[in-house]
């Protein structure tokens, strides 16, 4: 049964910046796309971002596009999340998830095996 359990998070104020990790275990992630997704309260959970198998292709949604990169490293397993010029609009529980292939994609449905969360509140 593979493994996401996404670190990083807590509490920061608005402009700080925040790098979110992910370390998948019992399964590599060779080979598969990796996603981030967010869930604010009271809202639905959205794409963040995603990377391709090899990290040549990249995704973000608008919303971040600037502020946020995303990367991998497959020989530790892991994939990051940075974070800059943080807005009080990024409060949500950030989750990384794994593609069921090896392409980058911005729907959930595309992707079988998530993290547990991890929380960012932005205060001003």
């Known amino acids: 049964q593979i493994q996401l359990v996404e670190s990083g998070g807590g509490l920061v104020q608005a402009g700080a910046s925040v790098r979110l990790s992910c370390v998948v275990g019992?399964?590599?992630?060779?080979?598969?796309?990796m996603g981030w997704f967010r869930q604010a309260p009271g809202k639905e959970r959205e794409f963040v971002a995603a990377?391709?198998?090899?990290?040549?292709?990249?995704v973000y949604a608008d919303l971040v596009k600037g502020r946020f990169t995303i990367s991998r490293d497959n020989a530790k397993n892991t994939v990051y999340l940075q974070m800059n010029a943080l807005k009080l609009e990024d409060t949500a529980v950030y989750y990384c998830a794994r593609g069921v292939d090896s392409r980058a994609a911005m729907t959930e449905e595309l992707y079988d095996a998530w993290g547990q969360g991890s929380q960012v509140t932005v205060s001003s």
């Open positions: 019992r399964r590599s992630i060779s080979g598969y796309a």
């Open positions: 990377i391709n198998w090899s990290g040549d292709n990249i």
